[in-house]
């Protein structure tokens, strides 16, 4: 694969991210794709799927995670529902965690991803070890399945995220990069947090955001690639220095109407391809 091959975040059947014809239609040749919904994750359908996205010429890179019950209304919602952090979701969660694994094995696929959820900042809490605990379950089921398991930044700071992954110490553990998600949680500068846990990174999101009036306590505003406040060019500047390759991959929050996907995506893809060539010239 070349440098930095580019990516949509999409989906089979959950309505989020790019739809799979317009990613196809409009070249694209990875994506990170989210689990379809358990009645459609048998052995079967699996090697249906994967036949259909590789006759459409779409490399999934990462299976994304997400469970029923989950909400991004806002940021309270967040820590009352998302991941495996919430108690009484946990044990189902955890479960259907390592089905997904088994159906991303089954489309042969060796990265699954998810958001954990917000991770207690004081380590003393034991809602602190909990998750270390469960987060130890699923990389051990996923190594068995021969995957890594990345997890989505956002939630933590970085110095946060760095302490609970060697708090885990599994190495198959690493971090799928957001740069916009540092900015809408209000959780540090994106860049800045970049450099932190850049050794960690190993997949990454092209989103972009601008700052909340009054960051980790409401929402910033999740914008097209390039009108945010992430930079996107010194974001990718900081990827080449850290030695990171492989693909990056548009995550945009918008409605899946053809479209507006079409004009949209392709004007994000149109900036990654021109600053890739930037600053990479020949070799990409
Ligand atoms: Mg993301």
């Not at 991210?17 to 048998?42: C, D, F, M, W, Y």
């Not at 599994?170 to 209000?186: C, E, K, Q, S």
Request: charged share 25%; hydrophobic share 40%.
């Amino acid at each position: 694969m070349s440098v930095w091959p580019l990516g949509v975040f999409s989906s089979i059947d959950a309505g989020l991210g790019v739809k799979l014809e317009v990613a196809q239609e409009l070249g694209v040749p990875t994506i990170h794709l989210h689990a379809p919904h358990r009645e459609n994750r048998s052995p079967e359908s699996a090697q249906e799927y994967a036949k259909r996205l590789q006759e459409m010429g779409l490399q999934v890179t990462v299976m994304f995670a997400g469970f029923e019950g989950e909400s991004y209304a806002d940021i309270p919602t967040v820590q009352r529902t998302v991941g495996l952090v919430p108690r009484e979701y946990r044990a189902a969660r955890v479960q259907e965690m390592k089905e997904i694994s088994d159906f991303a094995r089954a489309m042969g696929v060796d990265v699954v991803a998810l958001h954990l959820g917000f991770i207690p900042h004081d380590t003393s809490d034991p809602l602190y070890g909990e998750v270390v605990e469960v987060t130890r379950d699923v990389c051990d089921h996923c190594r068995g399945n021969g995957q890594a398991l990345h997890l989505e930044t956002g939630q933590e700071t970085a110095d946060g995220l760095l302490q609970f992954l060697a708090d885990v110490d599994r190495d198959n553990l690493f971090v799928n990069f957001d740069p916009a998600n540092m900015i809408l949680y209000g959780t540090g500068e994106p860049l800045e947090a970049l450099r932190k846990v850049g050794h960690k990174v190993r997949s990454v999101h092209c989103k972009d955001a601008r700052w909340a009036a009054n960051p980790g306590k409401e929402w910033g505003e999740e914008v097209p690639l390039g009108q945010g406040d992430v930079n996107i060019e010194a974001f990718l500047q900081t990827l080449k220095e850290l030695g990171y390759t492989g693909p990056l991959t548009i995550e945009r929050e918008i409605p899946q109407e053809p479209e507006r996907q079409r004009q949209e995506i392709g004007m994000a893809l149109e900036l990654l391809a021109s600053l890739r060539k930037k600053l990479w010239g020949e070799q990409a």
